[in-house]
């Protein structure tokens, strides 16, 4: 079994941030998540591989670099992640 994938747009989503940590806690084969637009400078999830979008403006108040535990990613690294996970939850 692969790895699981969450997106996620808006970081004051409780529910998609439940989620997420329940699975990180409970999935022996790993999730991701990978933060997009408003939500770039949420914290990582514990448990659970976090990204977030280099290139996004709004990534840590233009600071160019990520909380710490969080992953910047490129496009060409979300589309590998992207074809290489079970599922894909988009929030």
């Known amino acids: ?3 699981i ?3 996620v747009k808006n970081r004051d989503d409780k529910q998609a941030v439940e989620i ?3 699975q990180a806690r409970d999935n ?3 999730v991701a998540v990978v933060f997009v637009q408003d939500a770039v400078s949420t914290p990582p999830v514990d448990g659970a591989r976090s990204c977030a979008l280099a290139k ?3 990534t840590l108040d233009n600071t160019g670099r990520a909380d ?3 992953e910047l990613i490129n ?3 979300l589309l590998k992640l992207i074809f ?3 599922s894909i939850t988009v929030w």
């Open 20 to 22: 997420i940590s329940t």
């Open 56 to 58: 996004d403006a709004k």
């Open 75 to 77: 496009y060409d690294d």
């Open 28 to 30: 022996a084969y790993g």
């Open 68 to 70: 710490s535990g969080v």
């Open 5 to 7: 994938l969450h997106i």
């Open 1 to 3: 079994m692969k790895p």
């Open 84 to 86: 290489s996970v079970e």
